[in-house]
């Protein structure tokens, strides 16, 4: 757990955001109470200062690795083992999202109040997402820290400097990979017969294509310029390349209601997939 500052004014957007990356119980991290009104004045820090907090705070219940083994392909959900890791992870993944949207909040500060309202949105909404996962997780009867975790995603995000770098990664990145993954595995859940766990990760693919198409957006905003491939790729921390931030196939009918034209996709369709894809 390592900041560079701390908050004043308890009961700020900021000071959510700040505990709920720092928090140290399960509860804090699964349930975290209710952020202030996002609407409200009172509710932001007058003159918040930059906070980038490095690494987020774990419960003792999270056995967290350098390196975790992959997560089971899609022909292997018929294995009920290999089901709980899969979903295991994918609560991981969720939580690690929610956690950088407010990281985002509290790493750009200058940025439009409009802007750090939505982070703090799709964090809600990424956490709407872990319970749904976390269901079908306890439906195997296995627990959320039965299996290790990698943070993959911390190890990479923190680097972003810029706001653009930051919705290039986690939103148009991160967050665009997932289009892919969630249709594979919804795919591979429906053939076993797997009707419920197929229905949760539909849902989350139609959830997050709202937020590449926010990731887009603010892209444009904080560019001045619509989106474009190469200002993308060059917008990602090195040594981040597209290669490492699509799943194959490419979903097109999700990433084109986000927003993402022609163009785009046939670039990034045409990128190969890295050996190192999300875990």
């Known amino acids: 757990m390592h900041v560079t500052t701390s908050l004043q004014g308890p009961g700020t957007v900021e000071r959510w955001c700040e505990a709920f990356v720092l928090a140290t119980t399960l509860e804090g991290k699964l349930a975290p109470p209710p952020p202030p009104d996002l609407r409200a004045d009172s509710s932001w820090e007058p ?6 907090i490095a690494a987020p705070a774990r419960p003792p219940e999270l056995s967290v690795v350098a390196r ?16 709980a890791r899969l979903l295991h992870t994918f609560v991981h993944h969720e939580l690690q999202a929610a956690e950088l949207f407010a990281w985002g909040v509290l790493a750009f500060p200058a940025t439009p109040r409009e802007f750090r309202a939505g982070l703090v949105r799709l964090a809600l909404e990424e956490l709407e997402h872990l319970q749904l996962y976390l269901a079908l997780l ?37 967050e665009g990979a997932n ?4 249709a594979r595995y919804a795919a591979a859940f429906r053939q076993i017969g797997d009707a419920r766990s197929a229905a949760v990760l539909e849902q989350v693919e139609r959830e997050e294509i709202t937020h590449v198409a926010f990731a ?8 001045g310029a619509p989106l474009d491939y190469e200002r993308w790729k060059a917008a990602l921390p090195p040594p981040l390349s597209p290669a490492i931030l699509r799943g194959k196939p490419l979903n097109l009918a999700a990433r084109r209601r986000a927003g ?20």
Do not use: I, K
């Open 47 to 52: 003159v918040p200062a930059p906070l980038r």
């Open 68 to 83: 975790a083994p992959g997560a089971p392909r899609p022909e292997a959900v018929c294995d009920p083992a290999a089901r």
């Open 138 to 174: 306890e439906g195997l009867g296995r627990r959320y820290g039965d299996f290790p975790v990698r943070d993959w995603f911390w190890q990479r995000v923190p680097s972003c400097t810029t706001p653009e770098s930051f919705v290039a990664l986690q939103g148009l990145g991160l």
């Open 179 to 182: 289009l892919e993954h969630a």
């Open 216 to 223: 887009r957006h603010w892209f444009e905003r904080f560019t």
């Open 260 to 279: 993402l034209d022609e163009q785009f996709l046939a670039r990034l369709e045409a990128e190969p997939l890295a050996r190192e894809a999300q875990p």
